[in-house]
């Protein structure tokens, strides 16, 4: 049952993973906390079953859905972060608070509030490795989350605006410097992070079978993700990710029927709180960081 467990928890920390590297972008390109990244998730996932209910194939409407998630994320840099330059940062993180209760108000006046059926990705089924059965669905999650997390990487190390966005991260001033637009980074990173998130959506919903309004609570999951990693850590993110995902499987596994029902997700939650104890900024972070 462990290894049942294990499998589980890997595969959805794969996702809390992909999804907190978009968290971490903009906190390292801006220190920005973005409390409307749960909701940047659920607005992607429902923008691809709005798609496929048009009568879009699903692998157009996963691809769309991703394009129109990052030019929303270029539009709300745009519109609503740009202004705020120059602001305390306080301002501009309770900001993205107002923008996730405006987005989870938007999303619930077009769909309501029952869940909705996901289209599924995955082939039903699944199969059995050394007694562990593997669903086909958390098993193409896990390669897909993967591929996007290394994809990621590899923007961020080997591409032109990738060094320009870790320069920016490292020193707004020395990158001006060198001609490189800040303002453009700011919105590129906001882009990509809603793109990551409309992936981590899509894949969520595959998982469960089913979205609704509530799916946006996969942000404080993915929030406990990155103070536990450490706000401006790469790896950090991947970790912490994965610890998440694992400490939720076990939990619900073998604490759960013992607890009450609801605690494996309250319990990944204890499990930062313990390790933030012992290193308050997290396990990558470093402690410059100014916490709000």
Known sequence: MILQSLINGITMGGIYALIALGFVLIYKASKVLNFAQGELVMAGAFICLALFDSGLPLWASVIIAV??????????????????????????????????????????????????????????????????????????????????????????????????????????????????????IFAISWAISAMVAAIGGILVGNIYGGINVNFAFIGLKVFAVVILGGLDSIPGAIVGGIIIGVA?????????????????????????????????????????IERV
Request: proline fraction near 6%; charged fraction near 15%; aromatic fraction near 12%.
């Open 248 to 288: 939720e499987a076990l939990g619900g596994t073998y604490l759960e029927p013992v607890v009450g029902g609801g605690f494996k997700d309250v319990f990944p939650l204890l499990l930062m709180l313990v390790i933030m104890a012992v290193k308050p900024y997290g396990l990558f972070g470093t402690e410059r």
């Open 67 to 184: 394009i129109l998630s990052a030019f929303v994320g270029f539009i709300i840099e745009k519109a609503v972060l740009k202004p705020l330059i120059g602001e305390p940062i306080l301002s501009v993180i309770m900001v993205t608070l107002g923008l996730a209760y405006m987005i989870r108000g938007l999303v619930l006046a077009i769909w309501g509030p029952d869940i909705r059926a996901f289209p599924q990705i995955f082939p039903p089924g699944s199969f059995e490795v050394f007694g562990v059965i593997i669903p086909y669905v958390y098993l193409g999650g896990l390669v897909l989350s993967l591929v996007a997390i290394a994809v990621f990487i590899l923007f961020f190390t080997r591409t032109t605006i990738g060094i320009a966005m870790r320069a920016v991260a490292d020193d707004q001033s020395a990158a001006m410097s060198l001609g490189i637009s800040v303002e453009k």
